[in-house]
């Protein structure tokens, strides 16, 4: 009895803690005969962790993207899912994305291209360190969008938009 007193008192605040995973779900979604209150009309996302003194961890991080969209769990969940995983390039990987290198760069920029296109990840590259090894936001291969300032982009997205680390 006493644990069921604790659940009716905490689920109200456990309901409007479950995210709201269908585009253009607006605030107040009729259910059956009731009507739930949602506090948001999006789900918080995932930013792929990435360590930049480590070479090769784009591709990882890539690998990891495509194994967690083809397992039974993404497809399981996509009624759940908050959207694409966010990749927020900087320091020198950002060259990955330009057109110019990407025949360096093919295998991992088709897979990265591909995952864009089917929705699974969506990259941001950093302008200040595209411009620090001297390459143009106008050269940025199509499915990649720029951000200003890489590090405050991630900041933003786990702080303001209370993304978690995928």
């Not at 309901?15 to 779900?25: D, F, M, N, S, T």
């Not at 302008?127 to 143009?136: E, F, R, T, W, Y």
Request: glycine share 8%; hydrophobic share 45%; charged share 20%.
């Amino acid at each position: 009895m006493r644990c069921s007193w604790l659940l009716l008192m905490f689920l109200p605040g456990l309901l409007l803690a479950q995210p709201v995973l269908e585009l253009g779900v607006g605030v107040n979604q009729t259910v059956g005969s009731s009507s739930a209150v949602l506090a948001v009309d999006s789900a918080p996302g995932y930013v792929a962790r990435i360590d930049l003194n480590k070479p090769g961890q784009i591709a990882e991080a890539l690998r990891r993207a495509e194994a967690h969209f083809q397992s039974e769990d993404y497809f399981d969940s996509l009624n759940d899912s908050a959207g694409p995983i966010a990749f927020v390039i900087y320091g020198p990987d950002v060259a990955m994305f330009f057109k110019q290198n990407y025949g360096m760069y093919k295998s991992t920029v088709d897979l990265a291209a591909r995952l864009s296109s089917l929705g699974v990840i969506d990259i941001r590259v950093c302008q200040v360190s595209s411009k620090a090894i001297g390459l143009d936001r106008e050269d940025l291969l199509p499915f990649v969008s720029p951000v200003d300032f890489g590090p405050a982009e991630l900041k933003r997205l786990l702080e303001e938009e209370d993304y978690s680390f995928f």
